[in-house]
């Protein structure tokens, strides 16, 4: 199984983005994809979780603000990021978790900065 992901760069406050991770291979129909983040100096956190059923997860910070969706047939997981801060500058790190091993994709880095 492998993620790609892509849709990271450079924002101002206030701005928008959104992510993509396209997973191939072979994957069970029952998975959760998502996404986590690692700032400089600070420990990877969870940010969004999506079930193949559409249950998602946020983490407190970031909730009302991002929404995780995914697209099932092409085994795509998105995250859309509204009115970004500073904060929010990190690496964004896409996996996908079945059968009770987790693969992750390489990171796109988000820069929010005026």
């Known amino acids: 199984v492998q993620l790609q992901a892509s849709g990271g760069g450079l924002v101002q406050p206030g701005g928008s983005l959104r992510l993509s991770c396209a997973a191939s291979?072979?994957?069970?129909?029952?998975?959760?994809m998502g996404w986590y983040r690692q700032s400089p100096g600070k420990q990877r956190e969870p940010v969004a979780v999506?079930?193949?059923?559409?249950?998602?997860m946020y983490e407190d910070s970031v909730r009302g603000r991002f929404t995780v969706s995914r697209d099932n047939t092409k085994n795509t997981v998105f995250l859309q990021m509204n009115s970004l801060k500073p904060d929010d500058t990190a690496v964004y790190y896409c996996?996908?978790?079945?059968?009770?091993?987790?693969?992750w994709g390489q990171g796109t880095e988000v820069t929010v900065s005026s």
């Open positions: 996996y996908l978790l079945h059968s009770g091993s987790t693969y």
């Open positions: 999506i079930s193949n059923l559409g249950s998602t």
């Open positions: 291979g072979s994957i069970f129909d029952i998975n959760v």
